[in-house]
């Protein structure tokens, strides 16, 4: 493991000093002040989770959960300076938010409010932090607080405001196509969270690499290794076959290996041995794009002796790059899935902006502790979004998500989500100041 991570480093270093035979970014900076960039986003969201009567594993008796609602207001700010001339810029940075709920909002478990330690929400809170960046040539590197999106460590982006972690992270393009990360995170806050560290993560280190082979080929490498919780790797091919008619067929292979330290919290293991679990994800898809129309269909499998069981450990709440995902991400212990989707443009019928999701998954094949090894699930997840296209309300969005999801009793909340109606609305105006 540390020789995997001293060799990432080495080429990120070496990287950097080449000569490549495109422009660097550094080298067309327009100054501190010049390429300074300001915006606030004010979201109104609400995210309602309506359960039904279902039987808990743990106690073995039928009960109803109590509707977890929540509705709050948020503004999202970002303030970030350029980059100063010369070989080296330096440039500094904000991030953070501002946000006050809506109603009692009395509910927990959906990690939309945060509560105090009497289990009371905050009537308004305020989160963030500063950034400090230095760039050469085509290679940056960032410190401070940070929202991430990579396949292995990923902010959860889809509650009222996102997930941050704080650290160091390095990214280097100097070579054509190709883009190294580098990284080492030491705090990370959740969403419904005030303390910055209340996850407790020790260290995670993240690397990897994408490259960009032509205009049809992709493909791209990631690891992570999380003190304490569990050793991640991630890889990705991806490949565009252009169609007569303007239309095309992209296929897609993605997949995960995980391996758990004996500190680590899962839930859905079917082994004793703490210091040996393992599991394998991975998923294949294709999408059909014609015109306004676009059609997947996807197969997913796990395999090992416990399920992916992300976010448990610290390491991202959103780090499951995987097409079966949505209110449930199908990863059970051995789960098979599959999955057909529907998008639609409604800019076919004169109403640029405006789309649709339809998407109908099933799981079968879970296993679950000392009960079955044939647990099921299924989800029929609904989401329309209109975006404003021109005007003073421009890039302002309204996006509702409805999500119909069933497990057999087996795999009831005992071992994850249990019978859920939920719906989220999202109200998002966007405002840039320069």
């Given at each position: 493991?540390?020789?995997?991570?001293?060799?990432?480093?080495?080429?990120?270093?070496?990287?950097?000093?080449?000569?490549?035979?495109?422009?660097?970014?550094?080298?067309?900076?327009?100054?501190?002040?010049?390429?300074?960039?300001?915006?606030?986003?004010?979201?109104?969201?609400?995210?309602?989770?309506?359960?039904?009567?279902?039987?808990?594993?743990?106690?073995?008796?039928?009960?109803q959960v109590d509707d977890t609602s929540s509705a709050a207001q948020t503004a999202m700010f970002k303030l970030e300076s350029g980059y100063t001339k010369g070989i080296v810029g330096f440039g500094i940075g904000?991030?953070?938010?501002?946000?006050?709920?809506?109603?009692?909002?009395?509910?927990?478990?959906?990690?939309?409010?945060?509560?105090?330690?009497?289990?009371?929400?905050?009537?308004?809170?305020?989160?963030g932090g500063g950034i400090v960046k230095a760039r050469i040539s085509n290679t940056e590197v960032r410190y401070g607080t940070q929202v991430l999106d990579l396949p292995v460590l990923a902010s959860n982006t889809t509650r009222l405001v996102p997930?941050?972690?704080?650290?160091?992270?390095?990214?280097?393009?100097?070579?054509?196509?190709?883009?190294?990360?580098?990284?080492?995170?030491?705090?990370?806050?959740?969403?419904?969270?005030?303390?910055?560290?209340?996850n407790e993560l020790d260290r995670a280190v993240v690397w990897g690499a994408k490259y960009k082979f032509n205009d049809k080929v992709n493909a791209s490498y990631f690891g992570i290794d999380s003190k304490n919780a569990l050793e991640r790797h991630y890889v990705n091919a991806n490949y565009k076959q252009t169609l007569a008619n303007n239309s095309s067929l992209t296929y897609d292979f993605s997949g995960y290996h995980t391996e758990f330290d004996e500190e680590a919290e899962t839930y859905s293991q079917t082994t004793d041995d703490l210091s040996d679990r393992k599991n394998d994800i991975w998923a294949i898809s294709g999408t059909y794009n014609t015109g306004y129309h676009n059609v997947m269909l996807a197969?997913?499998?796990?395999?090992?002796?416990?399920?992916?069981?992300?976010?448990?450990?610290?390491?991202?709440?959103?780090?499951?790059?995987?097409?079966n995902s949505y209110l449930s991400d199908f990863i059970g212990n051995d789960e098979k899935s599959a999955q057909v989707q529907y998008?639609?443009?409604?800019?076919?019928?004169?109403?640029?902006?405006?789309?649709?999701?339809?998407?109908?998954?099933?799981?079968?094949?879970?296993?679950v502790k000392?009960?079955?090894?044939?647990?099921?699930e299924r989800e029929f997840f609904n989401q329309v979004k209109y975006t404003v296209q021109s005007g003073f309300a421009k890039d302002a969005s309204l996006r509702l998500r409805h999500s119909y999801y069933r497990a057999s009793d087996e795999y009831q909340a005992g071992n994850y989500i249990g019978d859920t109606n939920e719906w989220r609305v999202w109200l998002d105006i966007p405002v840039k100041f320069f």
């Open positions: 493991m540390q020789n995997t991570k001293k060799l990432a480093l080495a080429v990120l270093v070496q990287t950097a000093l080449i000569s490549t035979a495109f422009a660097s970014e550094q080298s067309e900076s327009k100054g501190f002040v010049e390429d300074a960039e300001g915006s606030v986003l004010f979201r109104t969201g609400y995210l309602s989770r309506d359960k039904t009567n279902y039987r808990d594993n743990i106690t073995g008796l039928e009960k904000v991030i953070g938010d501002a946000s006050f709920k809506l109603g009692d909002n009395n509910h927990s478990g959906n990690n939309m409010i945060p509560h105090d330690d009497q289990g009371n929400p905050y009537d308004h809170w305020a989160r997930e941050y972690f704080e650290g160091v992270l390095a990214t280097s393009r100097e070579i054509n196509g190709l883009e190294l990360t580098v990284g080492k995170f030491t705090k990370n806050q959740m969403s419904d969270q005030i303390s910055t560290d209340e197969y997913q499998q796990n395999s090992g002796n416990v399920g992916y069981d992300y976010g448990q450990n610290a390491d991202g709440f959103q780090s499951i790059y995987l097409p998008t639609y443009d409604f800019t076919g019928l004169n109403v640029p902006g405006l789309t649709w999701t339809t998407a109908f998954v099933y799981g079968w094949d879970i296993k000392d009960v079955t090894n044939d647990a099921q």
